[in-house]
């Protein structure tokens, strides 16, 4: 009868087990850094190819630099910035976040908790972490191409 009521367990678990647990948020994250434009930029080549990376890039960071007055900034490697990280620490790192441009660091700074833990569990699902993107260069220091420059009015400029 023990046995029975064992492998009665053992059955009734089997679709649990079978399915990620983790597949809905997985889904909510994939739609989330589509439509919020993440991959935009820290995805190589996504804006420039209508959106046509490969899924084995996203999230990879870019080599396309942005330059102005705050020196010349790369898209990071999310599957480093974000996958790395521990869920309580992502979490706290994204409420926190100031960043410089083009990031729009206010876009991560209000997204609710579902929604960070969404991406999180989407970024980890990508495959390997990869290899950092360029470091950033302080102002003044020349970015070499491919780069987008921000050119400002004579009199804006320090
Ligand atoms: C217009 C381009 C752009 C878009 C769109 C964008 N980012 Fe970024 N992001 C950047 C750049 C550039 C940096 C590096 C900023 C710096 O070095 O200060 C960055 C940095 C970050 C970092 C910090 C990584 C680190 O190394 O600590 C996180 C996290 C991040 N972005 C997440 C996101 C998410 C999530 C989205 C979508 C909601 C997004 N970004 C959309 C350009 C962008």
């Known amino acids: 009868m023990i ?17 990620p647990p983790d597949a809905a948020p997985v889904e909510r994250g994939r739609y989330l850094a589509r439509v919020a434009g993440c991959h935009d930029c820290h995805s190589p080549g996504f804006a420039a190819s209508g959106g046509k990376t490969p899924p084995e890039q996203w999230f990879t960071g870019d080599r396309l ?19 790395l990280k ?15 441009p083009p990031m729009p660091y206010w876009a991560l700074n209000a997204m609710t908790d579902a929604d960070l833990e ?19 260069l302080p102002p003044g220091a020349e970015a070499p191409p491919p780069v987008f420059r921000l050119v400002l009015p004579a009199a804006a400029t320090p």
């Open 65 to 83: 630099g942005f330059s102005g007055p705050w020196g010349t900034t790369y898209p990071s490697n999310l599957r480093r910035a974000i996958g």
């Open 3 to 19: 046995r029975f009521l064992l492998a009665l367990l053992v059955l009734t678990a089997l679709p649990a087990l079978a399915a």
């Open 118 to 136: 969404a991406l999180w569990h989407y970024t980890r699902s990508l495959g390997p972490a990869g290899e950092p993107a360029p470091a950033a």
């Open 86 to 100: 521990t869920l309580p620490d992502w979490k706290a790192y994204a409420r926190a976040a100031v960043l410089r």
